[in-house]
């Protein structure tokens, strides 16, 4: 009998622990739909640059879309379960995807690399990482991190504002 109880325990604390992944996804993700609008800053050459973000698929992915570079780009985020995935689809040729995690206040949401297509010793490098942080309803900031063929990493960072 005691093993029966020991044996439903840990079957408990099992859906329990998968019920709080994904719960935490879902609010990472309901965090990233908040940014849901247009937002406007500068790239690190001072040049003007849109990122717009658009609701999707009935709620279940969230488009972001880079204007003013030298090649848009766009991103969709979307839960997977107990995780909060993006795929990036890159002026590079090639789509890494990332895996998001949540600072404790929420605020800050950081995607590292987990895999991609198109990587191929020929081309030129993937985006590595991208950190999202939340100042407020009209105010964001993205840091994105590409490592290049050679290893070297070089990072860009928006100061967004909503439009």
């Keep these: 009998m005691n093993a029966?109880?020991?044996v439903m325990a840990v079957v408990i604390v099992m859906v329990a622990g998968s019920v709080l992944a994904v719960a935490g996804s879902q609010q990472?993700?309901?965090?990233?739909k908040s940014l849901n609008g247009i937002w406007e800053g500068q790239g690190k050459d001072g040049k003007p640059l849109q990122v717009s973000f658009k609701v999707t698929a009935g709620g279940s992915a969230l488009m972001s879309e880079i204007h003013g570079m030298d090649e848009d780009m766009i991103t969709m985020f979307h839960p997977d379960g107990d995780r909060l995935l993006m795929t990036h689809y890159c002026a590079a040729g090639n789509q890494p995807r990332m895996q998001g995690t949540?600072?404790?206040?929420?605020?800050?949401?950081?995607?590292?690399?987990?895999d991609g297509t198109n990587i191929t010793a020929q081309q030129p490098g993937h985006m590595e990482k991208l950190v999202v942080t939340m100042l407020d309803p009209s105010h964001h900031t993205?840091?994105?991190?590409?490592k290049g063929a050679d290893g070297k990493e070089m990072t860009e960072a928006f100061d967004?504002?909503?439009?």
């Design 102 to 114: 949540a600072s404790p206040d929420g605020k800050t949401i950081t995607f590292n690399f987990i």
């Design 160 to 163: 967004l504002h909503r439009k």
């Design 142 to 146: 993205e840091q994105w991190s590409f």
């Design 4 to 6: 029966v109880r020991m």
């Design 28 to 32: 990472s993700f309901d965090a990233m």
